[in-house]
Protein backbone atom coordinates (compact mmCIF):
# COMPACT_ATOMS: atom_id res chain seq x y z
CA UNK A 1 0.00 0.00 0.00
CA UNK A 2 3.01 2.27 1.10
CA UNK A 3 4.39 1.23 -2.26
CA UNK A 4 1.44 2.59 -4.14
CA UNK A 5 1.21 5.92 -2.24
CA UNK A 6 4.67 6.37 -3.07
CA UNK A 7 3.68 6.05 -6.95
CA UNK A 8 1.10 8.17 -6.61
CA UNK A 9 3.15 11.10 -4.96
CA UNK A 10 6.24 10.51 -7.79
CA UNK A 11 3.20 10.78 -10.43
CA UNK A 12 1.89 13.81 -8.98
CA UNK A 13 5.22 15.42 -9.15
CA UNK A 14 5.84 14.18 -12.85
CA UNK A 15 2.47 15.09 -13.77
CA UNK A 16 3.20 18.75 -12.93
CA UNK A 17 5.78 18.70 -15.66
CA UNK A 18 3.49 17.33 -18.09
CA UNK A 19 0.90 19.80 -17.02
CA UNK A 20 3.45 22.47 -17.75
CA UNK A 21 4.31 20.66 -21.44
CA UNK A 22 0.40 20.66 -22.36
CA UNK A 23 0.32 24.91 -21.05
CA UNK A 24 2.62 25.13 -24.36
CA UNK A 25 0.16 23.55 -26.78
CA UNK A 26 -3.05 24.37 -25.27
CA UNK A 27 -2.42 28.20 -25.44
CA UNK A 28 -1.44 28.15 -29.36
CA UNK A 29 -4.65 25.94 -29.87
CA UNK A 30 -6.74 28.29 -27.95
CA UNK A 31 -5.51 32.12 -29.11
CA UNK A 32 -5.13 30.93 -33.03
CA UNK A 33 -7.13 27.30 -33.25
CA UNK A 34 -3.77 25.96 -34.50
CA UNK A 35 -2.55 22.38 -33.61
CA UNK A 36 1.17 22.52 -33.55
CA UNK A 37 2.57 19.46 -34.21
CA UNK A 38 5.95 20.35 -34.03
CA UNK A 39 5.17 19.85 -29.99
CA UNK A 40 6.87 17.16 -29.17
CA UNK A 41 10.11 18.07 -31.67
CA UNK A 42 10.17 21.37 -29.74
CA UNK A 43 10.12 19.25 -26.21
CA UNK A 44 12.68 17.16 -27.45
CA UNK A 45 14.57 20.55 -28.36
CA UNK A 46 14.59 21.73 -25.01
CA UNK A 47 16.17 17.78 -23.70
CA UNK A 48 18.94 18.67 -26.51
CA UNK A 49 19.21 21.91 -25.33
CA UNK A 50 20.03 20.89 -21.60
CA UNK A 51 22.49 17.86 -22.93
CA UNK A 52 24.35 20.56 -24.60
CA UNK A 53 25.12 23.19 -22.16
CA UNK A 54 25.35 20.25 -19.31
CA UNK A 55 27.37 17.72 -20.61
CA UNK A 56 29.10 19.33 -23.68
CA UNK A 57 29.59 23.05 -22.00
CA UNK A 58 29.67 21.86 -18.05
CA UNK A 59 27.25 24.43 -17.23
CA UNK A 60 24.91 22.74 -13.97
CA UNK A 61 22.07 21.46 -15.36
CA UNK A 62 19.44 24.34 -14.14
CA UNK A 63 21.60 26.97 -16.15
CA UNK A 64 19.93 26.01 -18.88
CA UNK A 65 16.85 26.94 -18.35
CA UNK A 66 17.27 30.80 -19.02
CA UNK A 67 18.90 30.01 -22.42
CA UNK A 68 16.20 27.50 -23.34
CA UNK A 69 13.26 29.49 -22.66
CA UNK A 70 14.64 32.34 -24.76
CA UNK A 71 15.96 30.15 -27.52
CA UNK A 72 12.33 28.48 -27.45
CA UNK A 73 10.71 31.62 -27.44
CA UNK A 74 12.87 32.55 -31.13
CA UNK A 75 11.85 29.15 -32.45
CA UNK A 76 8.19 29.69 -31.86
CA UNK A 77 8.51 33.40 -33.47
CA UNK A 78 9.95 31.77 -36.54
CA UNK A 79 7.45 28.97 -36.69
CA UNK A 80 4.73 31.26 -36.34
CA UNK A 81 6.28 33.16 -39.78
CA UNK A 82 7.15 30.20 -41.51
CA UNK A 83 4.07 27.97 -40.79
CA UNK A 84 1.19 29.33 -39.11
CA UNK A 85 0.85 32.78 -40.45
CA UNK A 86 -0.95 32.54 -43.49
CA UNK A 87 -2.88 28.98 -42.15
CA UNK A 88 -4.91 31.21 -39.03
CA UNK A 89 -8.12 31.55 -40.17
CA UNK A 90 -7.93 28.47 -42.66
CA UNK A 91 -9.12 25.04 -42.21
CA UNK A 92 -7.23 23.05 -39.26
CA UNK A 93 -5.94 20.41 -41.93
CA UNK A 94 -3.80 23.51 -43.18
CA UNK A 95 -2.23 24.00 -39.91
CA UNK A 96 -1.92 20.28 -38.94
CA UNK A 97 0.21 19.39 -42.80
CA UNK A 98 1.38 22.85 -42.21
CA UNK A 99 3.07 22.08 -38.77
CA UNK A 100 3.22 18.24 -39.29
CA UNK A 101 6.28 18.90 -42.44
CA UNK A 102 8.19 21.26 -40.02
CA UNK A 103 8.10 18.39 -37.70
CA UNK A 104 9.40 16.21 -40.24
CA UNK A 105 11.94 18.04 -41.69
CA UNK A 106 13.32 19.05 -37.70
CA UNK A 107 12.99 14.94 -37.02
CA UNK A 108 15.42 14.31 -40.09
CA UNK A 109 17.35 16.92 -38.95
CA UNK A 110 17.84 15.78 -35.86
CA UNK A 111 18.31 12.13 -36.57
CA UNK A 112 20.87 13.35 -38.89
CA UNK A 113 23.19 14.93 -36.12
CA UNK A 114 22.23 12.98 -33.23
CA UNK A 115 20.97 9.49 -34.83
CA UNK A 116 18.68 7.91 -31.98
CA UNK A 117 21.72 7.10 -29.58
CA UNK A 118 19.87 6.93 -25.94
CA UNK A 119 20.80 10.48 -23.65
CA UNK A 120 21.23 10.78 -20.23
CA UNK A 121 22.00 14.12 -18.33
CA UNK A 122 22.96 13.61 -14.66
CA UNK A 123 20.87 15.51 -12.02
CA UNK A 124 22.54 15.19 -8.38
CA UNK A 125 19.89 16.81 -5.57
CA UNK A 126 19.15 14.79 -2.30
CA UNK A 127 16.02 13.60 -2.50
CA UNK A 128 12.63 13.12 0.31
CA UNK A 129 12.24 9.40 2.06
CA UNK A 130 8.79 8.13 3.33
CA UNK A 131 9.67 5.28 4.77
CA UNK A 132 11.78 3.06 2.67
CA UNK A 133 11.06 5.28 -0.51
CA UNK A 134 12.77 7.53 -1.88
CA UNK A 135 11.88 10.77 -3.65
CA UNK A 136 14.65 11.56 -6.29
CA UNK A 137 15.53 15.72 -5.52
CA UNK A 138 15.68 16.16 -9.56
CA UNK A 139 11.14 15.15 -9.45
CA UNK A 140 10.86 17.55 -6.30
CA UNK A 141 12.75 20.60 -8.18
CA UNK A 142 11.46 19.65 -11.34
CA UNK A 143 7.48 19.81 -10.17
CA UNK A 144 8.31 23.02 -8.49
CA UNK A 145 9.90 25.05 -11.23
CA UNK A 146 6.86 23.43 -13.83
CA UNK A 147 4.36 25.02 -10.89
CA UNK A 148 6.45 27.97 -10.50
CA UNK A 149 6.71 28.50 -14.86
CA UNK A 150 2.42 27.61 -15.21
CA UNK A 151 1.74 30.33 -12.14
CA UNK A 152 3.98 32.99 -14.26
CA UNK A 153 2.41 32.24 -17.21
CA UNK A 154 -1.20 32.52 -15.41
CA UNK A 155 0.26 35.77 -14.20
CA UNK A 156 1.12 37.43 -17.56
CA UNK A 157 -2.06 36.51 -19.13
CA UNK A 158 -4.07 37.62 -16.46
CA UNK A 159 -2.37 41.00 -15.05
CA UNK A 160 0.26 41.90 -17.75
CA UNK A 161 -1.18 44.55 -20.70
CA UNK A 162 0.43 42.13 -23.11
CA UNK A 163 -1.39 39.21 -21.85
CA UNK A 164 -4.76 41.02 -21.66
CA UNK A 165 -3.80 41.37 -25.69
CA UNK A 166 -3.68 37.71 -25.81
CA UNK A 167 -6.62 36.85 -24.37
CA UNK A 168 -8.84 39.44 -26.34
CA UNK A 169 -7.35 38.03 -29.23
CA UNK A 170 -7.84 34.47 -28.35
CA UNK A 171 -12.05 36.04 -27.58
CA UNK A 172 -12.21 37.98 -30.97
CA UNK A 173 -9.46 38.77 -33.18
CA UNK A 174 -11.53 41.27 -35.25
CA UNK A 175 -12.87 43.27 -32.32
CA UNK A 176 -9.17 43.18 -30.85
CA UNK A 177 -7.85 44.42 -34.28
CA UNK A 178 -10.45 47.22 -33.97
CA UNK A 179 -9.27 48.62 -30.73
CA UNK A 180 -5.48 48.97 -32.01
CA UNK A 181 -4.02 45.52 -30.85
CA UNK A 182 -1.58 44.23 -33.32
CA UNK A 183 -2.82 41.00 -33.72
CA UNK A 184 -0.15 39.78 -35.89
CA UNK A 185 2.65 40.60 -33.46
CA UNK A 186 0.31 38.87 -30.52
CA UNK A 187 -0.12 35.99 -32.49
CA UNK A 188 3.45 35.54 -33.03
CA UNK A 189 4.09 36.13 -29.69
CA UNK A 190 1.78 33.58 -28.27
CA UNK A 191 3.50 31.05 -30.37
CA UNK A 192 7.05 31.88 -29.31
CA UNK A 193 5.38 31.47 -25.76
CA UNK A 194 3.93 28.61 -26.77
CA UNK A 195 7.23 26.71 -27.97
CA UNK A 196 8.94 28.60 -24.94
CA UNK A 197 7.15 26.24 -22.49
CA UNK A 198 7.06 23.44 -24.38
CA UNK A 199 11.20 23.60 -24.45
CA UNK A 200 11.57 24.20 -20.79
CA UNK A 201 8.96 21.36 -19.84
CA UNK A 202 11.62 19.06 -22.10
CA UNK A 203 14.45 20.03 -20.41
CA UNK A 204 12.63 19.74 -17.13
CA UNK A 205 12.21 16.19 -18.25
CA UNK A 206 15.57 16.11 -19.54
CA UNK A 207 16.73 15.77 -15.69
CA UNK A 208 14.20 13.15 -15.23
CA UNK A 209 14.63 10.41 -17.68
CA UNK A 210 16.84 9.18 -20.24
CA UNK A 211 15.74 10.71 -24.00
CA UNK A 212 16.63 10.30 -27.77
CA UNK A 213 15.38 12.50 -30.79
CA UNK A 214 12.41 10.37 -30.75
CA UNK A 215 11.03 11.23 -27.54
CA UNK A 216 8.83 13.50 -28.56
CA UNK A 217 5.97 11.43 -29.81
CA UNK A 218 5.10 9.65 -26.67
CA UNK A 219 5.34 13.21 -24.76
CA UNK A 220 3.51 14.85 -28.06
CA UNK A 221 0.49 12.42 -26.97
CA UNK A 222 0.67 13.08 -23.52
CA UNK A 223 -0.24 16.59 -24.23
CA UNK A 224 -2.91 15.57 -25.53
CA UNK A 225 -4.36 13.81 -23.71
CA UNK A 226 -3.86 16.84 -20.69
CA UNK A 227 -5.20 19.10 -23.20
CA UNK A 228 -8.50 16.50 -23.89
CA UNK A 229 -8.77 16.67 -20.05
CA UNK A 230 -8.13 20.28 -19.50
CA UNK A 231 -10.17 21.82 -22.17
CA UNK A 232 -8.30 23.05 -25.22
CA UNK A 233 -7.56 26.33 -24.98
CA UNK A 234 -7.42 26.20 -21.32
CA UNK A 235 -4.30 26.18 -20.21
CA UNK A 236 -4.82 26.27 -15.97
CA UNK A 237 -6.78 22.90 -16.63
CA UNK A 238 -4.14 21.63 -18.75
CA UNK A 239 -1.97 22.19 -15.45
CA UNK A 240 -4.56 20.00 -13.32
CA UNK A 241 -5.32 17.80 -16.04
CA UNK A 242 -1.21 16.78 -16.04
CA UNK A 243 -1.33 16.26 -12.59
CA UNK A 244 -4.25 13.98 -12.99
CA UNK A 245 -2.27 11.90 -15.73
CA UNK A 246 0.35 11.29 -13.07
CA UNK A 247 -1.33 9.94 -10.84
CA UNK A 248 -3.26 7.59 -13.21
CA UNK A 249 0.54 6.50 -14.21
CA UNK A 250 1.60 6.63 -10.71
CA UNK A 251 -1.34 4.46 -9.34
CA UNK A 252 -1.25 1.56 -12.42
CA UNK A 253 2.64 1.47 -12.74
CA UNK A 254 2.81 -1.02 -10.05
CA UNK A 255 0.14 -3.20 -11.21
CA UNK A 256 0.98 -3.55 -15.23
CA UNK A 257 4.07 -3.39 -17.43
CA UNK A 258 5.51 0.01 -18.06
CA UNK A 259 5.31 -0.42 -22.09
CA UNK A 260 1.28 -0.52 -20.92
CA UNK A 261 1.16 3.00 -20.18
CA UNK A 262 0.89 4.92 -23.73
CA UNK A 263 -1.97 2.54 -24.79
CA UNK A 264 -3.99 3.10 -21.39
CA UNK A 265 -3.40 7.14 -21.90
CA UNK A 266 -4.23 6.66 -25.61
CA UNK A 267 -7.26 4.66 -24.46
CA UNK A 268 -8.28 7.65 -21.89
CA UNK A 269 -7.72 10.24 -24.42
CA UNK A 270 -10.58 8.71 -26.74
CA UNK A 271 -13.12 8.21 -23.81
CA UNK A 272 -12.38 12.23 -22.49
CA UNK A 273 -13.09 12.93 -26.50
CA UNK A 274 -16.60 10.99 -26.79
CA UNK A 275 -17.84 11.43 -23.35
CA UNK A 276 -16.23 14.76 -22.57
CA UNK A 277 -15.66 16.41 -25.71
CA UNK A 278 -15.47 20.05 -23.75
CA UNK A 279 -12.64 18.51 -21.21
CA UNK A 280 -13.15 16.89 -17.92
CA UNK A 281 -11.36 20.00 -16.32
CA UNK A 282 -13.57 23.29 -18.10
CA UNK A 283 -16.41 23.62 -18.80
CA UNK A 284 -16.16 25.48 -21.51
CA UNK A 285 -13.29 26.10 -24.21
CA UNK A 286 -11.51 29.25 -24.55
CA UNK A 287 -11.10 29.50 -21.14
CA UNK A 288 -7.96 32.17 -21.48
Known amino acids: MLGVLASIIDGVLVGLVYGLAAMG ?15 GTMIVAGMFGLYGLASAVGAPPYLALPPVLIGGFLAGVLLYWVAVHRMVGRPPLMSL ?25 EVALPGF ?15 VLAALIAA ?14 VRAVANNREAAELV ?7 LAITVGCGVAIAG ?22 KSFV ?19 LGVLEGAVTPFVPVSWTLVIEFALFVLVLVVFPGGIFAARRGAL
Do not use: C, E
Open 129 to 143: SLGRYTFPGAHILAA
Open 25 to 39: LTLIWGVMDVINLTH
Open 180 to 186: GIPTTRV
Open 97 to 121: LSTFSINLMLIGLGTSIWGTALFNV
Open 152 to 165: SLYLFLQRSRLGKA
Open 226 to 244: VTALGGFGNPVGALFAGIA
Open 200 to 221: VAGMLIGTLFPFTILSGDSYQL
